[in-house]
Nanobody, 129 residues
Framework: QVQVVESGGNLVQAGGSLRLSCNVSGLTFGDYAMGWFRQAAGKEREGVSCISRNGGSTYYADSVKGRFTTSRDNAKNTVYLQMNSLKFEDTAMYYC??????????????????????WGKGTLVTISS
């Protein structure tokens, strides 16, 4: 059974930093691209970032580019999202998901995700202004 578990969400002040982690079990982690998504209250879910299977390629939404960094440790079956210079508008439930792949077409504000079949339940990030 595949399990995807996010952690690291917290309440922080604007300008601060957080690192989210997502541990995956029940599948061959290195065979999957890993995406981070978020959903704020009353808003649609949006893609935040994605990292390729071997970590060689990363993609970011325009809203977080330059502030967030995604990485992965395939030996630990874990993907990370380092979030710096946090803003009030980053407040959301953050989810990670495993899928076939991801990319980003030039000019698109968010990454493209392919067959993100396995999802976690999310971790809450709250930014105080």
């Amino acid at each position: 059974q595949v399990q995807v578990v996010e952690s690291g969400g917290n309440l922080v002040q604007a300008g601060g930093s957080l690192r989210l982690s997502c541990n995956v079990s029940g599948l061959t982690f290195g065979d999957y691209a890993m995406g981070w998504f978020r959903q704020a209250a009353g808003k649609e879910r949006e893609g935040v970032s994605c990292i390729s299977r071997n970590g060689g390629s990363t993609y970011y939404a325009d809203s977080v580019k330059g502030r967030f960094t995604t990485s992965r440790d395939n030996a630990k079956n874990t993907v990370y999202l380092q979030m710096n210079s946090l803003k009030f508008e980053d407040t959301a439930m953050y989810y990670c998901a495993a899928g076939i792949g991801c990319g980003q077409r030039a000019g698109d504000p968010e990454p493209d995700y392919y067959n993100m079949d396995y999802w976690g339940k999310g971790t809450l990030v709250t930014i105080s202004s």
